[in-house]
């Protein structure tokens, strides 16, 4: 089975920590040993996530995030709408329902 790279764009799924189970999408690869993500909802684009490649699996879906999007920039927005879209949308709420 072929690994699927780890590269600006696309879409992985939080394997450990307490945002386990949670989609991502890879703003950055800054070394080998990590990625930068962000999803729009917990992890904004002004404030993205550094976490282990060891934590996170890679999905066969890429957005290009080079593309022209209405605003004119990449929106935190636009993150949320990829995920949802293609499937990823949040599984479970961000706090405990009563």
Known sequence: ?????????????????????????????????HVVIADGLTHKLHHPKKKNVKHVKAKPVKMNLDQTFP???????DLRTFLEENGF???????KED
């Open 1 to 33: 089975m072929e690994r699927i790279a780890l590269e600006s764009g696309r879409v992985v799924q939080s394997l450990e920590g307490r945002d386990r189970k949670r989609y991502y999408i890879v703003l950055e690869v800054p070394d080998e040993g």
């Open 89 to 95: 949308g949040l599984e479970r709420p961000l706090c």
């Open 71 to 77: 605003s004119g920039h990449l929106l935190d927005s």
